[in-house]
């Protein structure tokens, strides 16, 4: 008799926990994952072997893009309390007689992505919230012998943080000279270790190659 | 949505045949694809970095002299225009600018750059190779870290392969840089740094590419 009864019981099998187990992961892959930031030009990065990953912090960006433009990007440190980004501004604000609000000082502490804003028209574009008016504050950091305000802010950078790495993103189509005036700037100011950002590419040599 | 089931369970119509169920077959399809893709791309987002220490720059000439290498082992690579790579052996003195050697032309190929220097680095290169070759067979069991220093102890203790001086022309792109760095890694080159482009060397690129010289000696 029980066997009959089994037989009668439903053949389904209830997917509703394996629903939840899926929901859980999810909610918790959408959580975790890093959204891409908006960054100001797109870069098409050269390929490396290298497997080494980016540092998630301790990091100075340097983003050099096809069109002449230098944008700059640091974080926040590993903890947020640090606030290493406003206490950078305040630095550079005091350099150039600008003094930057509280309201201010959280603006830039939380833009997400790396700017190129000469500073001063900071204060300007600190104070428009729209993507595209933004846009045209983007310049590019000034570089010259003349303005070299890019050199201020690794100046003021590693004065407040001091473990802050160089790392250069730029694009495989950007011109050398360019590239070579920001890592000059950066030898200037004693930085002459530099993580160079690149995409991963598998590359094979056997030692047949090399011995025919 | 336990208590719907439940509900229907405990049953209005016991003569409904249709099931009441809702088929969750198609939802956990949904959410298998969803998560594969999320995991996927949280691992490949993350972008890699590749290290490289420059020289510290000579501030004052009078007081720092510039690290003397050997003629015999120096290996000179200048990145050209048009994804050329122009190399020279040895070193030019700029006395002789009117007698500059010829230099070499080739490529960011498997049979271009990468098998000169090879062929000029092959003895550490094979024992780079052992090395790994008897991690991987598992003779020899060590970690990833103790590899990576054993690597650097063998390069360190290298004095047979080149030392690459790499130079850019001003036509170079930033993608060439990042290449002949890659390729110093993957041909397990020891000894290797960039350096300023000498006026002389920006003549010689002109030479062998055909570009309208530019270079004059008073620019560095």
Avoid at chain 1, 51 to 67: A, I, R, S
Avoid at chain 2, 1 to 12: L, N, R, T
Avoid at chain 2, 49 to 66: C, G, R, S, Y
Avoid at chain 2, 123 to 147: A, M, P, R, T
């Amino acid at each position: 008799m029980p066997k009959i009864k089994l037989a009668h019981s439903s053949p389904h099998i209830d997917m509703t926990p394996m629903v939840d187990l899926f929901s859980v992961l999810l909610t918790f892959l959408m959580m975790t994952t890093q959204m891409r930031q908006q960054e100001p030009v797109t870069v098409d990065t050269p390929y490396s072997i290298s497997e080494k990953p980016t540092p998630d912090f301790n990091m100075m960006t340097f983003l050099v893009g096809t069109d002449n433009r230098v944008f700059m990007n640091f974080d926040n440190g590993p903890d947020t309390l640090l606030k290493f980004r406003p206490k950078i501004l305040v630095e550079m604000g005091k350099h150039y007689g600008i003094e930057f609000t509280e309201a201010e000082q959280i603006e830039f502490e939380n833009y997400p992505a790396a700017m190129g804003v000469p500073i001063n028209r900071m204060k300007e574009f600190l104070h428009t919230q729209e993507y595209k008016e933004r846009e045209a504050f983007q310049t590019g950091i000034p570089i010259d012998s003349t303005d070299n305000q890019l050199a201020y802010w690794i100046l003021f950078a590693r004065q407040v943080n001091p473990n802050f790495q160089a790392c250069i993103k730029g694009d495989s189509k950007t011109e050398f000279p360019l590239v070579k005036k920001v890592l000059d700037i950066l030898q200037d100011k004693n930085v002459n270790k530099f993580n160079l950002v690149t995409s991963l590419e598998a590359t094979k040599i056997n030692l047949e190659e090399i011995q025919q | 949505m336990a208590e719907i089931i439940q509900e229907e369970k405990g049953g209005k119509k016991k003569g409904h045949k249709g099931s009441p169920h809702i088929d969750m077959t198609p939802m956990v399809d949904l959410m298998c694809l969803l998560v594969t893709f999320f995991m996927l791309t949280t691992s490949m987002s993350k972008a890699k970095v590749m290290e490289i220490n420059l020289p510290e720059k000579i501030k004052d000439p009078t007081k720092q002299e510039a690290p003397k290498i050997s003629a015999s082992r120096t290996l000179n690579v200048v990145l050209g225009p048009d994804n050329k790579i122009y190399w020279y052996p040895g070193t030019v003195k700029p006395e002789e600018y009117n007698n500059l050697p010829p230099m070499f032309q080739t490529d960011f190929s498997a049979s271009g750059i990468r098998q000169m220097l090879l062929e000029r680095n092959r003895s550490l290169f094979k024992k780079i190779n052992e090395y790994e070759q008897q991690v991987v067979s598992g003779k020899l069991v060590i970690s990833q870290d103790s590899l990576r220093n054993a690597i650097s102890q063998l390069k360190k203790d290298d004095d047979t392969g080149p030392i690459v001086l790499i130079k850019a022309y001003k036509k170079a792109t930033y993608g060439n840089f990042v290449d002949i760095l890659d390729e110093m890694n993957i041909c397990g080159i020891a000894r290797y740094t960039f350096v300023d482009i000498t006026w002389y060397e920006e003549k010689m690129v002109e030479a062998a590419s055909g570009i309208p010289s530019t270079a004059t000696a008073s620019t560095n």
